[in-house]
Nanobody
Framework: QVHLVESGRGSAQPGGSLRLSCVASGSIASINAMSWYRQAPGKEPEVVANITSSLYTNYADSVQHRLTISRDHAKNTVYLQMNSLKPEDTAVYYC???????????????WGQGPQVAVSS
């Protein structure tokens, strides 16, 4: 079964750093794009970062210059380096991927388990 496994969740002080990782495992022919979403309590989910198979990236304005998304194609892994963290970054973070199990099949949408990230003094 194809699934996403996240790691690196936890807590940090304001101004601190955390690194999240997400590995896609299973029978995968290709991955089109990978992203990080987050949802704070009482708020709607939002996209924080996206990276394509060509390594083009895009960020939400609120995380620009603080969070960095990267990708390792060989390992089917996406990372989110989080620096200069703010209390507003507290949320459940979800890894997202569009993956094909075959070259002639539609892409599947995959979601990680959504670990908690807490930023407080």
């Amino acid at each position: 079964q194809v699934h996403l496994v996240e790691s690196g969740r936890g807590s940090a002080q304001p101004g601190g750093s955390l690194r999240l990782s997400c590995v896609a495992s299973g029978s995968i022919a290709s991955i089109n794009a990978m992203s990080w979403y987050r949802q704070a309590p009482g708020k709607e989910p939002e996209v924080v970062a996206n990276i394509t198979s060509s390594l083009y990236t895009n960020y939400a304005d609120s995380v620009q210059h603080r969070l960095t998304i990267s990708r390792d194609h060989a390992k089917n892994t996406v990372y989110l380096q989080m620096n200069s963290l703010k209390p507003e970054d507290t949320a459940v973070y979800y890894c997202y991927a569009e993956a094909r199990t075959g070259w002639h099949t539609p892409a599947d949408v995959l979601w990680g388990q959504g670990p908690q990230v807490a930023v407080s003094s």
